[in-house]
């Protein structure tokens, strides 16, 4: 085949880290995928993906086409040791055809503003679902240009293979530090003297631990990636859900491997699968569950794959989860991308009750799967639906696609809840299900959503309605008998840099005139005073359940809290009533992004500490905490790596399935 040179528009498509790569977790002109150091659970399918390179350009240039010829081979090492064998044999499968293609890459910066990319031939292979059920040690040798050599390592974990728990469920705080948790209980817990008269619900689980949350070719991750580390046990790149990212043009045939959802489904046919997610369905931590893709973005892909699992290789059956909560309906409604199906009504054909609304979710039968879209995009903040009412009229947003507004959607707790119900119900009604438990994620996403945007009130928000989620849940499966056979996980997927370094007086600000007097009105150590927001005020619109949320959202004292990369914004630290915020947006006739003059009127200037056409916030290297409780809790203790929150769920619920 001729080999082509891509269009300018798939350049940047091989290297987002600032250090560009030629791809990353291929240090050499041979490539291994899965690479180097890559860990796998007994049985779990994966594909591998081989590659060589040939530069034309740059400073890996070289003379001639890729090897077409290239060997491969793997070892089992240690105990049970077997020679090199051909992957053909070792795999006891036929030899893959051979691919060629052209990609191109920028060498950095300087290269990239020159508009001169380097242009690199590919000579590829792939095999398809294989696994490695005896734990040990493998190395996997590509053999190319006469000789030289790629040489991977790889794991298969000797994990506990009895089944401890019956249900694992998993809550997400996506985006969330612990540094927020402090600020949100700040806000919802009175201290008196220092003392907090009151513990969030995550304050009281029995174990807590941190985990490392880096990608495979950069130290900061994004949602897709982590997401991906967190269900698989595999470190990938950026945007990549469930797949190492290969250097072809195509998302849909980078080398993939199962997911926790998949791996349960396949051990344990009929158990309870639930998704739940305050995002768009098709967001990257719902999707992660079963798409596999090298492009989040790819929103038909996913909700096709909730549906069918995957239909373009072979892969594991999947036929679609017991709950699917969220929103996103425009990703569910017919369209170009989706090929103009409605999957409402393919949902319903396959026997799915279907909600729009939290009156109908409360009605919807326990015993039946459910799918429930509540709102087009993103759903609405906890502030929203329980304290600025307003904002949620003239939206536009309800899920038929009406253009009604969704102002009647659930909450994170009450789709929890009910998912809960449902997989109860059905794991003890339905023969197929009976008795072989359920795995449910539940994500808190706009806790990172409104932290791109800086609208910290919101975020905090919703992290305090996820804390109020887990203490809810905890007493549902008290009530239902199955606290004690369930494992439950409150983590986060990755970090921002969020902290709150004192207090502001707000009224005393808004009155300066110049942005330094302003600066003023910030109290740190001695006069960052108390928090005012667990006291009532005459005449403050207020939320009160409990003690698990703040009396107050609007006082005059509030916290001086920031994020440490972020793009030019104006500051006047009061909550944004009217909506959540927009804090910079683009001049006319430029991609650069500027203050958006709308927003936080009363405030002061602070520049940007990011790319000038970087609009949001965005992630932190950060670890993040793991809180634990329920069988093999003790698992989750010290600091680990993302991957070993999938390992160690895996092992709880009995998946290595290990041959010796």
């Given at each position: 085949m001729k080999f082509t040179v891509l269009v300018a528009s798939a350049f940047a498509s091989t290297a987002f880290a600032q250090t560009f790569q030629r791809l990353g977790g291929c240090p050499d002109l041979g490539c291994i995928f899965p690479p180097d150091k890559a860990e796998f659970l007994s049985g779990q399918f994966f594909d591998i993906r081989l590659e060589v390179h040939s530069p034309v350009n740059g400073s890996e240039a070289r003379v001639g086409g890729p090897d077409e010829k290239f060997t491969f081979t793997i070892e089992r090492k240690g105990r049970g040791h077997q020679q090199p064998q051909p992957a053909t044999q070792f795999f006891k499968t036929e030899e893959p055809k051979l691919e060629k293609w052209q990609f191109s890459w920028y060498e950095d910066l300087f290269a990239k503003d020159a508009g001169k990319p380097s242009i690199v031939n590919v000579a590829s292979k792939a095999f398809r679902r294989v696994s490695l059920d005896r734990p040990g040690i493998y190395e996997a040798v590509l053999t190319y240009y006469n000789g030289k050599k790629t040489t991977d390592t790889w794991e298969v974990k000797e994990l506990r293979t009895r089944r401890r728990a019956k249900n694992v469920i998993l809550f997400i705080g996506d985006g969330m530090t612990t540094n927020m948790i402090t600020a949100a209980r700040l806000m919802a817990h009175q201290s008196i003297n220092g003392k907090y008269q009151s513990k969030m619900q995550m304050d009281q689980f029995p174990v807590l631990g941190h985990q490392m949350t880096h990608s495979m070719d950069s130290f900061i991750t994004d949602s897709a990636n982590s997401a991906t580390a967190l269900y698989t046990g595999h470190k990938s790149t950026v945007n990549a859900l469930n797949v190492y990212r290969d250097s072809s043009k195509s998302p849909f045939d980078d080398p993939k491997f199962e997911t926790i959802a998949e791996i349960f489904r396949r051990v344990n046919p009929g158990a309870g699968v639930g998704i739940v997610s305050t995002a768009h369905l098709s967001d990257a931590t719902p999707a992660a569950l079963t798409a596999h893709t090298s492009d989040r973005g790819q929103s038909a892909h996913v909700i096709d794959t909730y549906f069918h699992g995957l239909s373009n290789y072979t892969w594991t059956q999947w036929d679609g989860p017991d709950v699917l909560f969220g929103g996103g309906a425009e990703d569910f409604l017919p369209n170009d991308d989706n090929k103009k199906q409605n999957y409402y009504e393919m949902f319903k054909k396959k026997g799915y009750s279907l909600s729009w609304n939290a009156t109908a979710l409360a009605q919807a039968s326990n015993d039946d799967r459910a799918l429930g879209v509540f709102s087009t995009s993103v759903m609405a903040k906890w502030l929203?639906?329980?304290?600025?009412?307003?904002?949620?009229?003239?939206?536009?947003?309800?899920?038929?696609?009406?253009?009604?507004?969704?102002?009647?959607?659930?909450?994170?707790?009450?789709?929890?809840?009910?998912?809960?119900d449902i997989l109860h119900t059905r794991n003890r009604n339905h023969r197929e299900s009976r008795g072989k438990g359920f795995f449910l994620m539940s994500e808190a996403a706009s806790i990172d959503k409104q932290m791109h945007t800086m609208d910290y009130d919101r975020a905090l928000g919703e992290l305090l309605e996820l804390d109020d989620t887990v203490r809810a849940t905890i007493t549902k499966l008290r009530a239902l008998g199955e606290l004690d056979d369930t494992l439950i996980i409150v983590t986060a997927d990755h970090g921002h840099g969020f902290d709150v370094t004192g207090s502001v007086d707000t009224k005393y600000l808004a009155e300066q005139k110049s942005d330094r007097e302003k600066r003023k009105a910030i109290g740190t150590y001695f006069n960052s005073g108390l928090s005012q927001y667990t006291v009532q005020k005459q005449g403050s619109l207020k939320y009160s359940e409990g003690v698990h949320f703040p009396a107050q959202w609007d006082p005059r004292y509030t916290l001086h809290s920031g994020l440490g990369a972020h793009p030019d914004k104006r500051e006047n630290y009061q909550v944004h009533k009217d909506g959540p915020r927009l804090p910079a947006t683009t001049a006319r006739g430029t991609k650069d992004y500027y203050v958006n003059y709308k927003d936080a009127v009363t405030g002061f200037i602070v520049n940007g500490t990011i790319a000038p056409d970087e609009g949001q916030g965005v992630h932190s290297l950060t670890d993040v905490p793991v809180f634990a409780m329920g069988p093999c809790q003790e698992d989750f203790g010290g600091v680990y790596n993302s991957v070993d929150v999938f390992f160690r769920m895996a092992q709880c619920l009995g998946l290595s399935k290990t041959r010796w």
């Amino acid at each position: 085949m001729k080999f082509t040179v891509l269009v300018a528009s798939a350049f940047a498509s091989t290297a987002f880290a600032q250090t560009f790569q030629r791809l990353g977790g291929c240090p050499d002109l041979g490539c291994i995928f899965p690479p180097d150091k890559a860990e796998f659970l007994s049985g779990q399918f994966f594909d591998i993906r081989l590659e060589v390179h040939s530069p034309v350009n740059g400073s890996e240039a070289r003379v001639g086409g890729p090897d077409e010829k290239f060997t491969f081979t793997i070892e089992r090492k240690g105990r049970g040791h077997q020679q090199p064998q051909p992957a053909t044999q070792f795999f006891k499968t036929e030899e893959p055809k051979l691919e060629k293609w052209q990609f191109s890459w920028y060498e950095d910066l300087f290269a990239k503003d020159a508009g001169k990319p380097s242009i690199v031939n590919v000579a590829s292979k792939a095999f398809r679902r294989v696994s490695l059920d005896r734990p040990g040690i493998y190395e996997a040798v590509l053999t190319y240009y006469n000789g030289k050599k790629t040489t991977d390592t790889w794991e298969v974990k000797e994990l506990r293979t009895r089944r401890r728990a019956k249900n694992v469920i998993l809550f997400i705080g996506d985006g969330m530090t612990t540094n927020m948790i402090t600020a949100a209980r700040l806000m919802a817990h009175q201290s008196i003297n220092g003392k907090y008269q009151s513990k969030m619900q995550m304050d009281q689980f029995p174990v807590l631990g941190h985990q490392m949350t880096h990608s495979m070719d950069s130290f900061i991750t994004d949602s897709a990636n982590s997401a991906t580390a967190l269900y698989t046990g595999h470190k990938s790149t950026v945007n990549a859900l469930n797949v190492y990212r290969d250097s072809s043009k195509s998302p849909f045939d980078d080398p993939k491997f199962e997911t926790i959802a998949e791996i349960f489904r396949r051990v344990n046919p009929g158990a309870g699968v639930g998704i739940v997610s305050t995002a768009h369905l098709s967001d990257a931590t719902p999707a992660a569950l079963t798409a596999h893709t090298s492009d989040r973005g790819q929103s038909a892909h996913v909700i096709d794959t909730y549906f069918h699992g995957l239909s373009n290789y072979t892969w594991t059956q999947w036929d679609g989860p017991d709950v699917l909560f969220g929103g996103g309906a425009e990703d569910f409604l017919p369209n170009d991308d989706n090929k103009k199906q409605n999957y409402y009504e393919m949902f319903k054909k396959k026997g799915y009750s279907l909600s729009w609304n939290a009156t109908a979710l409360a009605q919807a039968s326990n015993d039946d799967r459910a799918l429930g879209v509540f709102s087009t995009s993103v759903m609405a903040k906890w502030l929203d639906r329980n304290v600025y009412k307003e904002n949620l009229k003239n939206q536009k947003n309800y899920p038929d696609g009406s253009d009604k507004d969704a102002d009647d959607q659930p909450g994170l707790k009450e789709m929890t809840l009910k998912a809960v119900d449902i997989l109860h119900t059905r794991n003890r009604n339905h023969r197929e299900s009976r008795g072989k438990g359920f795995f449910l994620m539940s994500e808190a996403a706009s806790i990172d959503k409104q932290m791109h945007t800086m609208d910290y009130d919101r975020a905090l928000g919703e992290l305090l309605e996820l804390d109020d989620t887990v203490r809810a849940t905890i007493t549902k499966l008290r009530a239902l008998g199955e606290l004690d056979d369930t494992l439950i996980i409150v983590t986060a997927d990755h970090g921002h840099g969020f902290d709150v370094t004192g207090s502001v007086d707000t009224k005393y600000l808004a009155e300066q005139k110049s942005d330094r007097e302003k600066r003023k009105a910030i109290g740190t150590y001695f006069n960052s005073g108390l928090s005012q927001y667990t006291v009532q005020k005459q005449g403050s619109l207020k939320y009160s359940e409990g003690v698990h949320f703040p009396a107050q959202w609007d006082p005059r004292y509030t916290l001086h809290s920031g994020l440490g990369a972020h793009p030019d914004k104006r500051e006047n630290y009061q909550v944004h009533k009217d909506g959540p915020r927009l804090p910079a947006t683009t001049a006319r006739g430029t991609k650069d992004y500027y203050v958006n003059y709308k927003d936080a009127v009363t405030g002061f200037i602070v520049n940007g500490t990011i790319a000038p056409d970087e609009g949001q916030g965005v992630h932190s290297l950060t670890d993040v905490p793991v809180f634990a409780m329920g069988p093999c809790q003790e698992d989750f203790g010290g600091v680990y790596n993302s991957v070993d929150v999938f390992f160690r769920m895996a092992q709880c619920l009995g998946l290595s399935k290990t041959r010796w």
